[in-house]
């Protein structure tokens, strides 16, 4: 049975048409959802996005469009819905990257050019299983970022602050505020080390 069809019958109010339809494009969902998971794979990882829960909102938008969808307009359902589905999955990823992202604060006082900046700090009197350890006892979000910026990660090469806010898809602004927080959790860490 065709989409337009069973959307019909749905709107009629046949839930077995309606519950058909949806595992009828069940395909298509999926593969959208992981078109845009990886579109941008370290970004949605970094973020904890899942294939299922992005696939289970555009279940629910479909699911909301066989109530709005008209067929006297002459597309196909699923063309109709296709934008809606999309837009419902590229939401949903806009809502989890701003749960993660860093409130505004209020502004700070200037600070001099010399002191505003911060250089990496001083780990050589540590040992590599230390810096390791401390680096354990962060945020993962934190561990993450240091060790990709200060070259821990697998190849061993420090990178600029650009490289690392392109990596992390984050502003320069952005990765310079990232950086100073987990500058701000390592420093206190080690003050807090005997």
């Known amino acids: 049975m065709e989409n337009e069809e069973l959307c019909a019958l749905a709107r009629a109010g046949?839930?077995?048409a309606r519950e058909r339809l949806l595992e009828q494009n069940r395909p298509f969902v999926y593969r959208t959802a992981k078109t845009l998971l990886d579109q941008e794979h370290?970004?949605?990882r970094c973020l904890g996005l899942e294939l299922d829960d992005l696939a289970q909102v555009g279940y629910m938008r479909l699911d909301h469009c066989v109530d709005?969808?008209?067929p006297d307009r002459g597309i196909k359902f699923i063309t109709y819905a296709a934008q809606a589905v999309?837009?419902?999955m590229l939401d949903y990823i806009d809502k989890q990257n701003r749960t993660i992202a860093k409130p505004v604060a209020p502004a700070k006082p200037k600070q001099t050019a010399s002191s505003s900046r911060r250089a990496r700090p001083?780990?050589?009197f540590l040992s590599a299983s230390?810096?390791?350890t401390i680096l354990q006892l962060v945020t993962p979000r934190d561990r993450q970022y240091l060790s990709y910026r200060w070259g821990l990660d697998q190849d061993r090469k420090g990178r600029s602050l650009k490289d690392t806010a392109e990596h992390f898809y984050l502003s320069l602004h952005r990765a310079k505020e990232?950086?100073?927080e987990a500058y701000e959790h390592l420093?206190?860490?080690l003050r807090q080390k005997p």
Do not use: I, M, P, S
Request: zero cysteines; a negative charge; charged letters at 40%.
């Open 14 to 16: 046949d839930q077995g």
């Open 42 to 44: 370290k970004l949605n």
């Open 68 to 70: 709005l969808y008209n």
């Open 86 to 88: 999309r837009n419902g």
């Open 122 to 124: 001083d780990l050589d």
């Open 130 to 132: 230390e810096v390791e």
């Open 178 to 180: 990232t950086e100073e």
């Open 187 to 189: 420093e206190a860490l």
